[in-house]
């Protein structure tokens, strides 16, 4: 196993989506700094992914790591059908849409019928908003739109709706065979594509609820009514993710900034991580190296405070895979390293009558780290809370994060902070991660630990100590 310096651990996650490109590189990218996997439901059969899902877990096994695997599901994602060939359009031409199947010549097909939500004045944009409509009629299942700014599209390309509420359920008939095969496989989060409100994410939780299963739930920002209900959401779910792609396609680009900070510090107040995604390092889907805005990006989003980063296509379809996750991880520690130089990585917090005692026993925590110069604070964590708790404050020590549900462990993989560490069960957590941290050469004889845990054995979020420990 190499030896690190456990403050050289990087803070900022990484997350890679697995594809044809990367699903037999896993331990490569896992070496290279991965921590979670996401698996898009949009592509590949169950088997595929059943397959990958195993082989992570056999991977992260074997070099001993926590590693989430994110089941991303399609959503009510509108997409052209089939049609024989791309389409070139102009402004001023009048295109007809009807559900596939229906269609009839001259028409263009649509995979979901949104022909009775859709309204006369509403816009209607092709592929990704390279080309843009406006609907001038609706009527008996054919939806008339007048093109305002023309290009080309085909077949599988997706259409977006943004002045359109789709009432009902996001969860499509897709999208609940594969909840259901999801929650029978190991999977740690199920990420909800196109929400709208709160009663979206508490659709899933109660499918999730009936299984009985811990898994969690990422809400995927990126339609205009998600951005009007940030904080009901981001109250509902687990986790979030800054889905930028569709975001800026549903609002407009100059609106994802401003946008993104609200729910990175929305996130902070509410203790959920939050994941920074869409065209990280796209460029490296093709080269050896990103754009310097690129790189500026991923730095600027460490800068911001998110818990991880993701990479889409660059890692599922890309050339360079485990290049780009490289390339991610010395862009994070280069800033980190940077931050914590100018004291510019945790954030003062001043407790208020909100925050709750375990709130006030993490800062405590943190407050203590930094006076003693602790080289990192170890959260003793049943349920990962406690571990959210200190996270949240974002301290400049490395985290180690210790719980004896391997379940947990996997899920705070993607947590702002550290190393997720199982533990077994009892009072001597501590003696067992000193140990194997000194082993594994992240800790000296004499370095100062401090650590926060619950004298309740077995009770969820009842931190209330803070001990000082020598390695």
């Not at 939050?274 to 093709?286: D, F, G, H, K, P």
């Not at 200190?390 to 490395?398: H, Y």
């Amino acid at each position: 196993m190499s030896r690190i310096d456990a403050s050289q651990y990087k803070k900022t996650k990484i997350i890679a989506t697995i594809g044809p490109a990367s699903e037999e590189k896993i331990e490569a990218l896992l070496k290279a700094g991965v921590n979670g996997v996401r698996l898009n439901f949009s592509h590949n059969r169950h088997s595929w992914h059943a397959d990958v899902m195993r082989r992570v877990r056999e991977t992260a096994h074997k070099l001993k790591r926590s590693v989430a695997i994110i089941q991303d599901l399609q959503g009510p994602k509108i997409r052209i059908g089939t049609v024989p060939e791309m389409l070139s359009v102009a402004a001023g031409d009048t295109l007809e849409f009807a559900v596939e199947g229906k269609a009839s010549s001259g028409q263009i097909p649509i995979q979901y019928d949104f022909t009775g939500e859709v309204k006369k004045g509403e816009r209607l944009l092709l592929r990704d908003g390279q080309v843009t409509t406006e609907i001038v009629s609706v009527k008996a299942g054919v939806v008339k739109a007048r093109v305002l700014s023309g290009g080309k599209f085909g077949s599988q390309h997706g259409i977006n709706l943004p002045d359109t509420l789709i009432e009902g359920s996001k969860l499509t008939e897709k999208d609940l065979a594969d909840v259901k095969f999801g929650l029978k496989q190991d999977i740690d989060y199920i990420a909800l594509s196109f929400i709208h409100t709160a009663e979206d994410v508490e659709r899933l939780r109660t499918i999730i609820k009936k299984s009985k299963r811990n898994v969690r739930i990422i809400s995927k920002i990126e339609t205009a009514p998600a951005v009007e209900n940030l904080h009901e959401i981001i109250e509902a779910s687990d986790a979030v993710m800054i889905a930028r792609g569709d975001l800026a396609t549903e609002t407009s680009p100059e609106l994802v900034p401003i946008v993104g900070r609200q729910i990175i510090r929305i996130c902070r107040e509410k203790k959920r991580p939050v994941i920074m995604a869409t065209q990280m390092l796209e460029s490296m889907t093709t080269n050896l190296q990103p754009t310097r805005a690129e790189a500026n990006d991923v730095s600027t989003a460490v800068s911001l405070g998110v818990d991880a980063v993701m990479l889409s296509g660059e890692t599922a379809t890309g050339t360079f895979p485990v290049e780009t996750v490289q390339m991610m991880k010395r862009i994070i520690l280069s800033t980190e390293e940077f931050l914590g130089e100018t004291h510019q990585l945790g954030t003062a917090h001043k407790l208020t009558a909100a925050h709750s005692a375990q709130d006030a026993v993490s800062l405590a925590a943190i407050t203590l780290a930094n006076h003693v110069g602790a080289k990192l604070i170890l959260a003793e964590t049943l349920t990962g809370s406690t571990a959210l708790s200190i996270s949240s404050m974002r301290p400049n020590a490395a985290i180690i994060m210790a719980s004896p549900d391997e379940r947990v462990c996997n899920q705070i993989a993607i947590v702002w902070g550290g190393k997720s560490f199982q533990v077994p069960k009892g009072r001597l957590i501590h003696a067992e991660v000193l140990a194997e941290f000194r082993k594994r050469g992240a800790l000296e004889v004499g370095d100062i630990v401090v650590s926060a845990f619950g004298t309740h054995v077995g009770v969820a979020g009842k931190t209330d100590t803070v001990r000082l420990l020598v390695a």
